[in-house]
Structures are given as C-alpha cells and as structure tokens.
C-alpha cells in the first residue's frame, strides 16, 4: 500500500523533479566536515538519474565516507538486467524495479589519477555486490526503513506532495540530514514547531531553481517546446534537449550546523508607531521585511517566513505563527477581508490582512 500511494503521488502531483549539479554543489560544500566515516543515504534517488548519487559517489574519498547507499522505488529507468548504462539519456522503455546501490568504496579504475564517472560506472556494473533489488523501494517500506537505521546523514529532494510525511520519518528516527523542499512547507503545522524549537533549521541557500522534468511526465497539450516566452511564463524552458521547471520558493531544510546560521542580521532601524503599526488582533507590531527589523524593540514583532532564511538563535527568539495564534480576529471584520488565522493592521479605516507571519522577538535590543 505505501508503494501504491507514492507511485499514485508521483502520477498526481507531478512534483518530483532531478536537482542540477550545480545546486546540489552550492549547498553541500558548507558541510563537508559533517560526513566523515559517515553513512549517507539518498533514498529517493535512481543513481542514474539522480545527481545526489553522483555528487557523493564523486567525492567519496575526498569526503571520507565510509559507506553510501541510493534506493529508488518501482518504474526507475534502467536498461536490461544488466547495468549497461552510460550515465547519459534513456530511450528504452523503463523495467519496473526496485533497488539500491551500496558502495563502501571508489577506485581510480582507469588509472588516470582522479576517480571519476567512468570509475563510478565500472563499479556499479562489475561488482555484484553493490546493486541488490528491493521489494518498493518506498522510503516507508520496512525494508528501507532498515536501511535509514544505518545511515548517519540523509541527502536528497523528496516528493513535494510527501513532504511531512518524509520529514517526520527523519526525526522519527533521529537523523540528520539536510534535504530540498518548499519554503511554504516552514508554515506547516507539522514543521514549524521544528524549526521553532531549533530542531531543525534552513541551509544556506534558497529562491528560483531550475530542475530538470522527468521523461516519463506528459507534458500538457498546451505546451510548445517552440514556444519559448510561453514556457517560460508557466514557469518551465525547453533546452538540451529535454524541458526544465522553475520553483521560486525552494530551500534546504537541515538539523546539520552551518556557518550562515550564526551569523547576525545587520540591525539599523530604530522603532516609531509611525512605521511600525500594531496589530488590531496581536499585541506585536508588523516588520514587512526581515530588513526593517529594528535595532531597538524589545516586544513581539511579526516578520514574513523569508525571516527564517537569517534566523540566528542568539539573536532572536521564534515565538509562534500567525496562522496559529492569529485566531482572534477584530469583531467588525469585514467577511470580505476574512479567512484564516491571520494578523491584521489597520491603516485608514481598513483592515489589511497580513500574509503569514513568524512572530520573534530580538533577544538583545540596543538601548538608545
């Protein structure tokens, strides 16, 4: 059944997609020392499909691993029974299979002085101990779920639409990692209170990325690959011969330390009631950017959720979220201006509902 569900997510909400290497590149060069004799597990990844898999396969020596392990699920694409791929497009129809690929090792095989993916290839296609089938290869199967037991670190883009689902597994079972995911996904109820207790916290880098569409996704009827100011107006670009999606609010979600997360947000705003209106349902006052936080307010602020980008825990503390405690609404609220919990400001005679806001408080403010 979880199988079904997964592969009916992956069918519905069209929302698993191949990270570049670039990005992947970014992110993870704040971390090296974190994997050191440590296991990794990427466990949404086809290692020929997945550049999670071959960033660590790559660098497994340079980062000192002692083991790495890929799973994906039923439908990846591979050619044949045996592995004779090449790292490179895939034009067969896909076998339906499950499995991982287990490597506590990397060799400069063709002796050239540098292991690269032709070493990585050798391997997964000589060694019969490396690739082994699973029954689903669904990160909640019992038999995968034995493989996060052993892993150290978890690194991976997992299905937008299973998002909750995978990060409670996570810390289920007590794990690092560092993973993609949807900024929105910091505002749900499930997540924030992580974040709000320091339990896990953003990387380093976050806003547009491109990611490379699934061949086996129908692209809509609307869609011409020509067209190319069209694809981009929905977000998507044709190039390289295969087409590319846009996601505007993508960032990292972790519980492995990282320099960015200690440092301070530079604070030269001073507060006035002039600039910094009260909400009408909150005893908190409204900040519209992480930027004009001011220096020397000692109560409750209500910031956008771009704030937790900047979070530093010895400077702020998080308190809740508006979507939470936002419950109070002003009695004379118009029905036009409401919907869910939220705060609101009133500027001449109107109420303005605000977007969802972190509510902080500066744990040191200046005295002027």
């Known amino acids: 059944m979880a199988n079904k569900n997964l592969n009916a997510a992956k069918t519905a909400k069209k929302d698993e997609f ?24 990427c466990n949404c990844d086809d290692p020929y499909e997945s550049n999670f898999f071959k960033y660590f396969a790559l660098r497994f020596n340079q980062l000192g691993l002692k083991k790495l392990i890929s799973t994906c699920y039923n439908g990846s694409p591979i050619q044949g029974n045996e592995l004779m791929i090449d790292f490179g497009d895939f034009t067969d129809e896909p076998k339906k299979i499950a499995y991982k690929v287990e490597i506590t090792e990397v060799k400069d095989v063709n002796g050239d002085g540098a292991v690269d993916l032709s070493d990585v290839q050798y391997l997964l296609q000589n ?8 029954k689903t290869g669904d990160f ?12 150290d670190i978890v690194v991976t883009n997992p299905p937008f639409s299973l998002f909750r689902e995978y990060i409670g597994q996570l810390m289920k079972f007590e794990k690092k990692f560092l993973i993609m995911g949807s900024q929105n996904g910091t505002s749900y109820k499930e997540i924030f209170p ?4 320091n339990e896990i916290w953003l990387g380093y880098n976050s806003g547009h990325t491109w990611f490379a569409v699934p061949e086996h996704y129908t692209i809509p009827d609307f869609y011409d690959l020509n067209d190319v100011q069209r694809l981009r107006s929905n977000g998507y670009a044709y190039k390289d011969g295969r087409l590319w999606r846009n996601l505007g609010n993508i ?6 330390d990282h320099k960015k997360r200690h440092e301070e947000i530079d604070l030269i705003n001073h507060y006035s009631q ?4 009260t909400y009408v349902n909150y005893d908190a006052i409204e900040v519209s950017k992480y930027t004009d936080i001011p220096c020397d307010y000692e ?4 910031v956008p959720i771009t704030f937790l980008d900047k979070y530093n825990p010895n400077q702020f503390e998080i308190l809740g979220i508006s979507t939470v405690i936002g419950t109070n609404k002003p009695k004379d609220l118009p029905k036009s201006k409401q919907g869910g919990p939220a705060f609101y400001i009133k500027q001449n005679g109107e109420y303005k509902r605000m977007y969802t806001r972190i509510l902080i408080r500066n744990k040191h403010p200046r005295k002027i």
């Open 127 to 134: 060694d019969k101990n490396v690739l082994t089938t699973l």
């Open 140 to 151: 909640r199967d019992p038999e995968c779920i034995e493989l996060l037991k052993q892993a």
């Open 274 to 277: 002039e600039e910094y209106p």
């Open 194 to 197: 992580l974040l709000m207790n």
């Open 299 to 302: 109560g409750y602020m209500g």
């Open 18 to 41: 191949y990270t570049q290497m670039t990005d992947i590149e970014r992110e993870l060069q704040h971390y090296w020392p974190h994997f050191r004799d440590k296991v990794v597990l």
């Open 251 to 256: 960032c990292w979600f972790t519980n492995l």
